[in-house]
Nanobody
């Protein structure tokens, strides 16, 4: 049974930082690309970042480039999202997901976590 469990969300002031974690179990971590998505109230789920198992192939959404950093620890089957210089518009539920290919579209991801809330106050 595949499980993706996110943690690390919370409330932070604008300009602050948070680090999200996603622990994966039940899937061959080395054959999957891991991604982060987010969904704000009333909006569609949007791509944030993706990383290959090797860590050498990384893609960011333009809206987070230079502020967010995705990384992984293969020994722990865990992917991280370090979020710096947070803005109120970053407020959303953040989801971890796994795909067999490097993809920006949510429909191409096979497995999803339950999400973690990130709220950035102004």
């Amino acid at each position: 049974q595949v499980q993706l469990v996110e943690s690390g969300g919370g409330l932070v002031q604008a300009g602050g930082s948070l680090r999200l974690s996603c622990a994966a179990s039940g899937l061959p971590f080395s054959t999957y690309y891991m991604g982060w998505f987010r969904q704000a109230p009333g909006k569609e789920r949007e791509f944030v970042a993706t990383i290959s198992w090797s860590g050498r192939r990384i893609v960011y959404a333009d809206s987070v480039k230079g502020r967010f950093t995705i990384s992984n620890n293969n020994a722990k089957n865990t992917v991280y999202l370090q979020m710096n210089s947070l803005k109120p518009e970053d407020t959303a539920v953040y989801y971890c997901a796994a795909s067999g290919t490097q993809a920006l579209g949510a429909t191409l991801y096979d497995y999803w976590g339950q999400g973690t809330q990130v709220t950035v106050s102004s």
